[in-house]
């Protein structure tokens, strides 16, 4: 696979500590002799990076945020373009996307595209772009300037909060495209031309995750939860059901994010006479993430479907969280059974529906013995059968085939 010519990859975001995922992948795929350039659509915004950042090799490309900030470099891109024989076909593309989304993102997606297309080095041969909404949108029409084949990968919100004309349109113009859930490739696979889309699990890389040191049973039960402050992902739920939990059990909470949500989330905690036994640590890097998972007797993730049809795919916090052998709690959201079996590997519960995770909840506190049971259980499936190597094996060859 060595020479394979470099390809870009294009993400909303980098480095995000949400997107362990993306990280662990590109590292991976360097490792197995591809050559990377990370293009970026946003600077980042965490304090923190994960020790799998430090070691990626690949040079990252920011394109200008918000066009008005650069304009310069966007009209230096458009005079570039605008002289490349795919320019015709590609502004034609954004037009009729753009009658379709008249919104200044879509906007921005084009002029982000023309300073891609003048700025990627020459010797980049293909574009793969990580999520089905903005990243894809830009290396669609970077690519089209560009005469470049382009590919991708999709994973929760960018597939269900992404209209269908867009979906079938991206998918008729790419390659192939991945995604981690069976739901997710189902879903696309149906809007798609035959074998376009196929299943590929994210797992975990176990160097990072070695299997966890015995745990001190001691004191309370000490519940964990590790995700952004967003609506899908139910936190106000899962207060609701610490809240309701009997008094006489004894627990703690500790929650690992950020988001916008997270004010609103402390006040309720107060409002439900609970914030003495819940602590708020914000988003940390993964060595505080992996030592917070050694600590827990109990994971709970309340992940719903959100308003505007945002879900999560296969969180990976669940995966981490039981490779590190801590009993999971968890909604029947799509994605969650794949990882998730109810009663022997975890026990799931409808969506909102905060009482039904109390009574769950409750039950692991009071049984040790079935904590045990599931946690073990767990991190014997995770470790089987979603181990990283795998899928990147295939990811690998897939963008190294001409």
């Known amino acids: 696979m060595i020479g394979v010519a470099p390809i870009a990859f294009v993400l909303k975001g980098y480095p995000r500590l949400s997107e362990t ?25 965490d304090r923190h990076i994960h020790p799998v950042h430090r070691e990626i090799r690949a040079p990252v490309l920011y394109l200008p ?19 490349l ?41 293909q574009l793969h772009a990580h999520f089905l909404h903005t990243p894809a949108s830009v290396t669609r029409y970077a690519a089209l300037l560009r005469g470049l084949p382009w590919t991708g990968s999709a994973h929760a919100k960018d597939i269900w909060t992404t209209p269908e004309w867009e979906k079938r349109e991206k998918l008729a113009d790419c390659r192939w495209l991945v995604t981690c859930t069976a739901t997710g490739a189902e879903h696309l696979a149906a809007l798609a031309p035959r074998g376009r889309v196929s299943l590929l699990y994210h797992g975990l890389d176990f160097a990072r995750f070695p299997p966890p040191p015995p745990r001190d049973a001691s004191g309370p039960v000490r519940i964990l939860s590790v995700g952004r402050a967003v609506a899908k992902k139910g936190y106000d739920d899962l207060l609701a059901a610490l809240a309701a939990l009997p008094r006489e059990l004894d627990w703690r909470f500790t929650h690992i994010g950020g988001g916008a949500l ?3 989330l402390r006040r309720a905690a107060e409002a439900f006479g609970i914030a003495d036994r819940i602590e708020w640590r914000g988003a940390q890097p993964q060595e505080a993430v992996l030592a917070a998972y050694r600590e827990a007797d109990l994971f709970v993730l309340a992940s719903r479907i959100a308003a505007d049809g945002d879900r999560d795919g296969l969180p990976n916090v669940l995966m981490e969280a039981q490779s590190q052998g801590v009993a999971c709690v968890a909604t029947t959201t799509p994605g969650i059974g794949e990882l998730i ?27 040790p013995a079935l ?11 995770v470790r089987a059968r979603f181990a990283m190597q795998d899928g990147i094996a295939e990811l690998a060859q897939k963008l190294a085939w001409r």
């Open 65 to 83: 945020e918000y066009l008005y900030q650069e304009p310069l470099r966007v009209l230096r891109g458009w005079w570039a373009a605008r002289r």
């Open 371 to 381: 904590r045990r049971r599931l946690a073990a259980a767990g991190e014997q499936r």
């Open 262 to 264: 997270l004010d609103g």
């Open 341 to 367: 079996e109810d009663g022997v590997t975890g026990l799931l519960t409808p969506p909102d529906a905060p009482a039904a995770i109390a009574r769950s909840i409750a039950c692991l506190i009071r049984d």
């Open 21 to 45: 995922f993306i990280a662990q992948e590109i590292l991976a795929l360097e490792r197995s002799g591809l050559d990377i350039v990370i293009v970026s659509l946003r600077h980042p915004t």
């Open 85 to 125: 024989p795919g320019y015709a076909a590609a502004r034609r593309i954004w037009l009729r996307d753009l009658r379709r989304d008249p919104t200044p993102n879509r906007v921005r997606r084009f002029g982000q595209a023309l300073v891609l297309a003048r700025e990627l080095a020459p010797a980049v041969a």
